[in-house]
């Protein structure tokens, strides 16, 4: 593994089923994020964790849960699919949360909700 | 409320000068960054800017006045591969980054 991995590439989902999408990272970042790319809108942060076993909610977190139990993996979970949550899904992560510590992304996962 | 505003789309000839502006209106600042997105691909790093001025790296540059709002990317010798969406993003007061929509930068030969 070299830097952020995501998993799966792409979903088709069925509404109502849930769905955990899975997020990992070899550079032991203490923070990391799960935004949602929308066309025409900025990324837009759902959940996001400072340190292992904390986590808070970003600007759009409903529908959503994460949870944080080591430093590496970070998942994502959709409870019950709905079609508004289909979009693009980045994980991120990042050494600190402050001064020139830039954010790394994950290669995405493009999630579609029938 | 927060807010990124940056052009939707532009286009520039190959081997010219482009500057893409961006204009914020957040709930503090500690630092504005500049991203580069390929279609379909992930948001990959470009720079930081956290005081006021010019930071230069290679053929891209940015710019911050914090008075202002403001902040420009730089991108001289423009070359294809340079095709490409623009994010800028400011870290607000709680440490988190705050998006603009992106710029499609379309370069012409």
């Known amino acids: ?114 | 409320g927060q807010n990124i505003d940056q052009p939707t789309e532009m286009t520039a000839t190959e081997g010219a000068i482009v500057q893409i502006n961006c204009t914020y209106q957040t709930s503090g600042f500690n630092g504005l960054f500049w991203y580069q997105q390929h279609a379909g691909e992930a948001p990959t790093f470009l720079s930081y800017n956290v005081l006021d001025g010019l930071e230069e790296k290679g053929r891209f540059s940015s710019f911050l006045s914090r008075s202002k709002g403001y902040s420009y990317l730089l991108l001289k010798e423009l070359q294809m591969k340079d095709s490409a969406s623009y994010l800028c993003a400011v870290r607000d007061s709680n440490y988190q980054l705050i998006w603009g929509a992106g710029t499609k930068l379309i370069i012409k030969p």
């Open chain 1, 1 to 114: 593994i070299a830097g952020i991995t995501q998993a799966p590439t792409s979903q088709i989902l069925a509404a109502g089923r849930r769905m955990t999408l899975r997020c990992t990272q070899d550079m032991r970042h203490n923070a990391m994020y799960w935004y949602r790319q929308d066309l025409g809108l900025g990324l837009r942060l759902i959940h996001y964790s400072n340190t292992a076993g904390t986590t808070g909610k970003g600007e759009v977190p409903d529908g959503y849960s994460v949870s944080r139990a080591n430093t590496d993996d970070f998942p994502l979970t959709l409870a019950s699919a709905v079609p508004s949550q289909t979009s693009v899904y980045f994980c991120a992560s990042s050494n600190g949360t402050s001064g020139y510590n830039e954010q790394f992304f994950g290669p995405g996962t493009r999630l579609t909700v029938l």
